[in-house]
T-cell receptor, first 115, second 116 residues
Framework: AQSVTQPDIHITVSEGASLELRCNYS??????LFWYVQSPGQGLQLLLKYFSGDTLVQGIKGFEAEFKRSQSSFNLRKPSVHWSDAAEYFC?????????????FGKGTKLSVKP | GAVVSQHPSRVICKSGTSVKIECRSL??????MFWYRQFPKQSLMLMATSNEGSKATYEQGVEKDKFLINHASLTLSTLTVTSAHPEDSSFYICSASRRGPNYGYTFGSGTRLTVV
Protein backbone atom coordinates (compact mmCIF):
# COMPACT_ATOMS: atom_id res chain seq x y z
CA ALA A 1 0.00 0.00 0.00
CA GLN A 2 1.20 3.47 -0.70
CA SER A 3 2.15 5.92 2.02
CA VAL A 4 3.11 9.53 2.45
CA THR A 5 5.80 10.79 4.79
CA GLN A 6 6.22 14.36 5.91
CA PRO A 7 9.43 14.24 7.99
CA ASP A 8 9.04 17.64 9.60
CA ILE A 9 6.33 18.00 12.21
CA HIS A 10 6.92 21.69 12.85
CA ILE A 11 8.93 24.29 10.97
CA THR A 12 9.48 27.91 11.92
CA VAL A 13 10.70 30.45 9.39
CA SER A 14 11.07 34.19 9.45
CA GLU A 15 8.74 36.29 7.39
CA GLY A 16 10.31 36.92 4.01
CA ALA A 17 12.51 33.84 4.18
CA SER A 18 12.22 30.95 1.78
CA LEU A 19 10.38 27.78 2.68
CA GLU A 20 10.63 24.14 1.73
CA LEU A 21 8.31 21.49 3.15
CA ARG A 22 9.28 17.93 2.49
CA CYS A 23 7.07 15.12 1.26
CA ASN A 24 8.09 11.60 0.31
CA TYR A 25 5.78 8.97 -1.06
CA SER A 26 5.93 5.24 -1.36
CA UNK A 27 4.32 3.79 -4.48
CA UNK A 28 5.41 1.52 -7.31
CA UNK A 29 4.53 3.96 -10.05
CA UNK A 30 4.18 7.71 -10.34
CA UNK A 31 1.18 8.72 -8.26
CA UNK A 32 -0.96 11.77 -8.44
CA LEU A 33 0.27 14.13 -5.74
CA PHE A 34 -1.46 16.88 -3.84
CA TRP A 35 -0.56 19.59 -1.35
CA TYR A 36 -3.24 21.05 0.88
CA VAL A 37 -3.18 23.80 3.49
CA GLN A 38 -5.34 23.92 6.58
CA SER A 39 -5.80 26.97 8.77
CA PRO A 40 -6.91 26.35 12.38
CA GLY A 41 -10.49 25.18 12.58
CA GLN A 42 -10.87 25.12 8.82
CA GLY A 43 -11.11 22.58 6.07
CA LEU A 44 -8.39 21.86 3.53
CA GLN A 45 -7.60 24.09 0.60
CA LEU A 46 -5.80 22.75 -2.44
CA LEU A 47 -2.49 24.49 -3.09
CA LEU A 48 -1.40 22.48 -6.11
CA LYS A 49 -1.42 19.05 -7.65
CA TYR A 50 0.75 16.96 -9.93
CA PHE A 51 -0.62 14.45 -12.37
CA SER A 52 1.96 14.23 -15.14
CA GLY A 53 4.12 16.35 -17.42
CA ASP A 54 6.22 19.22 -16.16
CA THR A 55 7.69 18.22 -12.83
CA LEU A 56 7.62 21.77 -11.48
CA VAL A 57 4.08 22.67 -10.57
CA GLN A 58 2.84 26.14 -9.77
CA GLY A 59 0.05 26.61 -7.29
CA ILE A 60 -1.89 29.31 -5.55
CA LYS A 61 -0.51 31.83 -3.06
CA GLY A 62 2.93 31.74 -4.66
CA PHE A 63 3.63 28.09 -3.84
CA GLU A 64 5.31 25.62 -6.12
CA ALA A 65 6.30 21.98 -5.83
CA GLU A 66 8.74 19.81 -7.69
CA PHE A 67 8.19 16.15 -8.39
CA LYS A 68 11.40 14.12 -8.28
CA ARG A 69 10.89 10.54 -9.27
CA SER A 70 14.42 9.49 -8.30
CA GLN A 71 13.83 10.69 -4.75
CA SER A 72 10.12 9.82 -4.53
CA SER A 73 9.59 13.35 -3.36
CA PHE A 74 7.20 16.19 -3.95
CA ASN A 75 8.54 19.07 -1.88
CA LEU A 76 6.59 22.28 -1.50
CA ARG A 77 8.42 25.58 -1.80
CA LYS A 78 7.80 29.27 -1.51
CA PRO A 79 10.50 31.90 -2.11
CA SER A 80 9.23 34.43 0.42
CA VAL A 81 6.94 33.47 3.28
CA HIS A 82 4.20 35.78 4.54
CA TRP A 83 2.80 35.76 8.05
CA SER A 84 -0.53 34.57 6.61
CA ASP A 85 1.15 31.35 5.45
CA ALA A 86 1.24 30.08 9.04
CA ALA A 87 -0.91 26.95 8.91
CA GLU A 88 -0.77 23.16 8.68
CA TYR A 89 0.32 21.66 5.37
CA PHE A 90 -0.60 18.20 4.17
CA CYS A 91 0.81 16.17 1.32
CA UNK A 92 -1.49 13.48 -0.09
CA UNK A 93 -1.77 10.72 -2.67
CA UNK A 94 -4.83 8.79 -3.85
CA UNK A 95 -5.40 5.41 -2.27
CA UNK A 96 -4.70 3.28 -5.33
CA UNK A 97 -4.60 0.12 -3.25
CA UNK A 98 -8.11 0.55 -1.89
CA UNK A 99 -11.47 0.57 -3.57
CA UNK A 100 -12.75 3.84 -2.15
CA UNK A 101 -10.67 6.32 -4.08
CA UNK A 102 -9.88 8.38 -1.01
CA UNK A 103 -6.74 10.39 -0.36
CA UNK A 104 -3.99 9.19 1.93
CA PHE A 105 -2.43 12.04 3.89
CA GLY A 106 0.91 12.60 5.47
CA LYS A 107 0.91 13.57 9.12
CA GLY A 108 1.22 17.20 8.26
CA THR A 109 3.78 19.93 8.85
CA LYS A 110 2.88 22.89 10.98
CA LEU A 111 4.39 26.11 9.71
CA SER A 112 5.01 28.97 12.10
CA VAL A 113 6.16 32.36 10.81
CA LYS A 114 8.29 34.70 12.91
CA PRO A 115 7.88 38.44 12.37
CA GLY B 1 -16.05 26.37 -8.75
CA ALA B 2 -16.10 23.05 -6.91
CA VAL B 3 -17.35 24.20 -3.54
CA VAL B 4 -18.44 21.93 -0.72
CA SER B 5 -20.54 23.56 1.97
CA GLN B 6 -20.41 21.89 5.39
CA HIS B 7 -22.74 22.74 8.25
CA PRO B 8 -22.72 23.36 11.11
CA SER B 9 -19.22 24.67 11.63
CA ARG B 10 -19.48 24.20 15.38
CA VAL B 11 -21.92 22.26 17.51
CA ILE B 12 -22.13 21.52 21.20
CA CYS B 13 -24.45 18.77 22.27
CA LYS B 14 -25.28 16.88 25.40
CA SER B 15 -24.08 13.35 25.90
CA GLY B 16 -26.62 10.85 24.60
CA THR B 17 -28.09 13.09 21.92
CA SER B 18 -27.57 12.86 18.16
CA VAL B 19 -26.00 15.40 15.86
CA LYS B 20 -26.31 15.67 12.10
CA ILE B 21 -23.62 17.18 9.91
CA GLU B 22 -24.42 18.10 6.32
CA CYS B 23 -22.18 18.43 3.32
CA ARG B 24 -23.44 19.86 0.06
CA SER B 25 -21.63 20.13 -3.23
CA LEU B 26 -22.79 23.48 -4.54
CA UNK B 27 -21.72 23.50 -8.16
CA UNK B 28 -20.97 19.92 -9.10
CA UNK B 29 -22.33 16.45 -8.56
CA UNK B 30 -20.54 14.51 -5.88
CA UNK B 31 -21.01 10.84 -6.61
CA UNK B 32 -18.56 10.00 -3.84
CA MET B 33 -18.20 11.72 -0.49
CA PHE B 34 -15.55 10.94 2.09
CA TRP B 35 -15.91 11.58 5.79
CA TYR B 36 -12.81 12.19 7.85
CA ARG B 37 -12.16 12.69 11.51
CA GLN B 38 -9.27 14.78 12.72
CA PHE B 39 -7.92 14.74 16.25
CA PRO B 40 -6.02 17.76 17.58
CA LYS B 41 -2.65 18.18 15.94
CA GLN B 42 -3.11 15.06 13.87
CA SER B 43 -3.77 14.19 10.29
CA LEU B 44 -7.10 13.23 8.75
CA MET B 45 -8.40 9.74 9.38
CA LEU B 46 -10.86 8.33 6.87
CA MET B 47 -14.01 7.16 8.59
CA ALA B 48 -16.21 6.16 5.70
CA THR B 49 -16.94 6.56 2.03
CA SER B 50 -20.42 7.21 0.73
CA ASN B 51 -21.64 6.77 -2.79
CA GLU B 52 -24.89 8.28 -3.94
CA GLY B 53 -27.73 5.80 -3.65
CA SER B 54 -25.82 3.04 -1.93
CA LYS B 55 -24.69 2.11 1.54
CA ALA B 56 -21.62 3.71 2.95
CA THR B 57 -18.39 1.78 3.34
CA TYR B 58 -16.83 2.16 6.75
CA GLU B 59 -13.18 1.87 7.64
CA GLN B 60 -12.07 -0.74 10.10
CA GLY B 61 -12.80 0.26 13.66
CA VAL B 62 -15.48 2.81 12.81
CA GLU B 63 -18.87 1.95 14.26
CA LYS B 64 -21.44 2.18 11.50
CA ASP B 65 -24.31 2.24 13.97
CA LYS B 66 -22.84 5.26 15.70
CA PHE B 67 -21.81 7.19 12.61
CA LEU B 68 -24.74 7.02 10.23
CA ILE B 69 -24.05 8.23 6.73
CA ASN B 70 -26.68 9.05 4.14
CA HIS B 71 -25.93 10.07 0.59
CA ALA B 72 -29.40 10.37 -0.84
CA SER B 73 -28.61 12.76 -3.66
CA LEU B 74 -25.69 13.78 -5.83
CA THR B 75 -25.31 17.01 -3.91
CA LEU B 76 -25.94 16.06 -0.29
CA SER B 77 -24.32 13.69 2.17
CA THR B 78 -24.98 13.66 5.89
CA LEU B 79 -23.16 12.22 8.87
CA THR B 80 -25.19 11.63 12.00
CA VAL B 81 -23.37 10.96 15.23
CA THR B 82 -25.86 8.97 17.29
CA SER B 83 -25.91 8.80 21.07
CA ALA B 84 -22.88 11.04 21.20
CA HIS B 85 -20.38 10.74 24.00
CA PRO B 86 -17.50 13.00 25.00
CA GLU B 87 -15.03 10.73 23.19
CA ASP B 88 -16.83 11.55 19.95
CA SER B 89 -15.74 15.16 20.33
CA SER B 90 -13.57 15.90 17.33
CA PHE B 91 -13.25 17.78 14.07
CA TYR B 92 -15.16 16.17 11.22
CA ILE B 93 -14.45 17.01 7.59
CA CYS B 94 -16.17 15.89 4.43
CA SER B 95 -14.60 15.70 1.01
CA ALA B 96 -16.16 15.19 -2.39
CA SER B 97 -14.29 13.67 -5.26
CA ARG B 98 -14.63 14.77 -8.86
CA ARG B 99 -13.96 12.46 -11.75
CA GLY B 100 -13.04 13.07 -15.33
CA PRO B 101 -11.11 16.11 -16.58
CA ASN B 102 -11.68 17.98 -13.34
CA TYR B 103 -10.40 15.13 -11.21
CA GLY B 104 -9.68 16.16 -7.66
CA TYR B 105 -11.00 16.43 -4.15
CA THR B 106 -12.83 19.34 -2.56
CA PHE B 107 -13.12 19.65 1.19
CA GLY B 108 -15.78 21.14 3.40
CA SER B 109 -14.79 23.64 6.05
CA GLY B 110 -15.19 21.12 8.85
CA THR B 111 -17.40 20.73 11.91
CA ARG B 112 -16.11 21.04 15.44
CA LEU B 113 -18.23 18.72 17.58
CA THR B 114 -18.09 19.04 21.35
CA VAL B 115 -20.06 16.61 23.45
CA VAL B 116 -20.62 17.67 27.05
Amino acid sequence: AQSVTQPDIHITVSEGASLELRCNYSYGATPYLFWYVQSPGQGLQLLLKYFSGDTLVQGIKGFEAEFKRSQSSFNLRKPSVHWSDAAEYFCAVPNYGGSQGNLIFGKGTKLSVKP
Amino acid sequence: GAVVSQHPSRVICKSGTSVKIECRSLDFQATTMFWYRQFPKQSLMLMATSNEGSKATYEQGVEKDKFLINHASLTLSTLTVTSAHPEDSSFYICSASRRGPNYGYTFGSGTRLTVV
